[in-house]
């Protein structure tokens, strides 16, 4: 049971490890080389799980070996472009100027049902407000509408916008982030006014509270008895 325990928790170490290298992607927006070594690493590592007749080194080399080949595939693809090309593929407009390709369409085996879901999931019902669509090399697509269809910026307005930064979160489901309180540059004697102006005892009666550069609070608080 030990061995059996030890064995799974280093593996489990590996894939992790694995994964962080690959970058911060989700599955469906994995490169088609870095879905072909996740799968091949999920397979590699549950061999020796579950066969204790395998040596642990039989899984383990194979795994370092592929991540090996990934970070030196993806330092040759950032200096080389036609080998990137040649691994992930090409980005390819399936919309254009509000018509669709059949051809780029069907190279990508992309069908009209599937297009016009993707094309509502991006917010476009009609193909006639579209200059582009891009399907990616990860599988995503890119909707660019004509100028006339994207929605004015403040500065076309002559609006003045103020840019608060990025929010800290200072109170997470009950729980005060000390650090993020002292980084914000506040302290407990402010994260007390601000519970008795929200009417709340405690950070634990709070779900969420976030303050930004400008000092304005998005306060949320727990709708459960704590």
């Avoid at 061999?47 to 330092?75: C, H």
Wanted: charged share 20%; with cysteine.
């Amino acid at each position: 049971m030990a061995i059996a325990f030890m064995r799974t928790v280093i593996l489990y170490i590996l894939i992790i490890a694995g994964v962080r290298l690959m970058g911060k992607r989700q599955v469906g927006e994995l490169e088609p080389s870095e879905l072909v070594v996740s799968l091949l690493i999920a397979d590699l590592a549950a061999v020796p799980m579950q066969d204790f007749g395998i040596p642990l080194l039989t899984g383990i080399i194979p795994i370092l070996v592929l991540l090996s080949m990934t970070m030196i595939l993806s330092v040759l693809t950032m200096k080389f472009p036609s080998l990137r090309a040649l691994l992930c593929g090409k980005p390819s407009i399936v919309v254009r100027d509000g018509r669709p390709d059949p051809r780029e369409m069907r190279r990508n085996r992309l069908t009209v049902d599937e297009l016009l879901e993707e094309l509502r999931m991006n917010g476009y019902t009609d193909l006639t407000k579209i200059r582009y669509a891009i399907l990616e090399t990860n599988g995503q697509l890119s909707v660019l509408p004509y100028a006339a269809q994207q929605p004015p910026s403040a500065q076309q307005l002559n609006l003045r916008a103020t840019d608060g930064g990025l929010p800290r979160v200072i109170i997470s489901d009950g729980v005060l982030l000390q650090d993020n309180l002292t980084a914000a540059g506040y302290d407990t004697d402010w994260l007390n006014q601000q519970l008795r102006q929200h009417h709340v005892p405690s950070p634990a009666h709070v779900f969420l509270l976030t303050v930004d550069e400008l000092g304005r609070v998005y306060f949320i608080p727990r709708e459960v008895d704590v």
